[in-house]
């Protein structure tokens, strides 16, 4: 398998990506691409990253024309829980999973004004940001899933539904 991500430290898509890969328990390249730059513009257009539109993260699974081939850091996570069993991303338990499962989706499609203020970029301190009602709000309903999560599935380990999960 082939994982091509962009820097870990700016994409969380990447990094999403990346954890799950590692998580699989499967062997896999870790080719990491710079973002936005002229490399970054040609190898958008390269063959690798054709089928995502030039987007990662990117996994490769195999060669040739009829090698599966995966973008969107959740779809990665649904091929590689379907290699490996879906009990290394998700809980095992029913309603934890149903929990987990939207949590997820809403993370990752939702708390656009969070991800417009706040950017990631873990190696970065910033100070004086405004904390709009509109961040503040993304902010409360994270924390708010996050105590939930933690409370009512955490008790089996450190993670928010006690053991590792996507």
């Known amino acids: 398998m082939k994982l091509i991500i962009g820097n870990k430290n700016y994409s969380s ?17 870790e080719i990491t691409v710079p973002l936005y730059g002229e490399e970054w513009d040609h190898l958008r257009r390269a063959d690798d990253l054709a089928p995502s539109s030039g987007k990662v993260p990117i996994l490769w699974d195999g060669k040739g024309p009829d ?21 290394r991303f998700w809980p ?11 949590m997820v989706a809403e993370m990752h499609s939702g708390y656009t ?8 970029n873990i190696r970065k301190r910033v ?6 009602p509109e961040v503040r709000g993304d902010i409360v309903r994270i924390l708010s899933l ?8 955490g008790k089996g380990g450190p993670f928010l539904f006690g053991t590792f999960c996507a």
Do not use: C, H, N
Request: proline share 3%.
């Open 13 to 29: 898509w990447s990094l999403r990506g990346w954890l799950a890969a590692k998580q699989s328990g499967l062997a896999f390249e």
């Open 67 to 87: 090698a599966p081939v995966v973008w969107d850091s959740l779809a990665i996570i649904d091929y590689l829980a379907d290699k490996v069993g879906r009990d």
């Open 92 to 102: 095992k338990d029913d309603v934890a999973r149903a929990m987990a499962r939207s």
């Open 113 to 120: 004004a969070l991800r417009s203020t706040l950017p990631m």
């Open 127 to 132: 100070e004086g940001v405004e904390i709009t």
């Open 146 to 153: 996050w105590a939930e999560a933690r409370a009512r599935f």
